[in-house]
T-cell receptor
Framework: DTGVSQDPRHKITKRGQNVTFRCDPI?????LYWYRQTLGQGPEFLTY????????KSRLLSDRFSAERPKGSFSTLEIQRTEQGDSAMYLC??????????FGNGTRLTVT | SQQGEEDPQALSIQEGENATMNCSYK?????LQWYRQNSGRGLVHLIL?????REKHSGRLRVTLDTSKKSSSLLITASRAADTASYFC???????????FGTGTKLQVIP
């Protein structure tokens, strides 16, 4: 169990650019979740996958956001045409579906 | 949107004292979980209580659940400086599907 890995840890980008984050879950976990967290707030649910199927998406996930988990293993979260309001910590978590969530240490995005 | 709200938002205590934080939630739940987050890090699961349980203990942690009031509390006894962190409650309606988090309590334990 090497834990949930997220890459990069930090990303600074200019407004209007596209960014992509990667999450590698714990290998035997079939559930993968994405959350967004702003300073002083709790994690806000964005979406989750069961294997490669995306089962639920939050209204927070506008059409500029897309998440994929093509082979049911790692996942990517892409934000197109970034805005300053997208600045946040993006957290990934995984679970077996019968266990609590295991989180990565997040990707901190700063949009300038 | 946040399912739960923690109270207080911030708490500062001396080492050795007990810390109590409360969580209120809005909809029916299957279980309630508490997580801890150190600054700049991911969340770590602490304890889970099922909807048919009223109290649960794990080491220095004690969790209570009152489903009639839609509330839970987390008690940390004999606090240590290393307990300094933010604490979040989380709920899901079943099967760890859409797990939603509260707003968190920021705990500072002063040595």
């Amino acid at each position: 169990d090497t834990g949930v890995s997220q890459d990069p840890r930090h990303k600074i980008t200019k407004r209007g650019q596209n960014v992509t984050f990667r999450c590698d879950p714990i290998s035997e976990h079939n559930r993968l979740y994405w959350y967004r967290q702003t300073l002083g707030q709790g994690p806000e649910f964005l979406t989750y996958f069961q294997n490669e199927a995306q089962l639920e998406k939050s209204r927070l996930l506008s059409d500029r956001f897309s998440a994929e988990r093509p082979k049911g293993s790692f996942s990517t979260l892409e934000i197109q045409r970034t805005e300053q309001g997208d600045s946040a910590m993006y957290l990934c978590a995984s679970s077996t579906g019968a266990s609590p969530l295991h989180f990565g240490n997040g990707t901190r995005l700063t949009v300038t | 949107s946040q399912q739960g709200e923690e109270d207080p938002q911030a708490l500062s205590i001396q080492e050795g004292e007990n810390a109590t934080m409360n969580c209120s939630y809005k909809t029916s739940i299957n279980n309630l979980q508490w997580y801890r987050q150190n600054s700049g890090r991911g969340l770590v699961h602490l304890i889970l209580i099922r909807s048919n349980e009223r109290e649960k203990h794990s080491g220095r942690l004690r969790v209570t659940l009152d489903t009639s009031k839609k509330s839970s509390s987390l008690l940390i006894t004999a606090s240590r400086a290393a307990d300094t962190a933010s604490y979040f409650c989380a709920t899901d309606s079943g099967g760890y599907q859409k797990v939603t988090f509260g707003t968190g309590t920021k705990l500072q334990v002063i040595p």
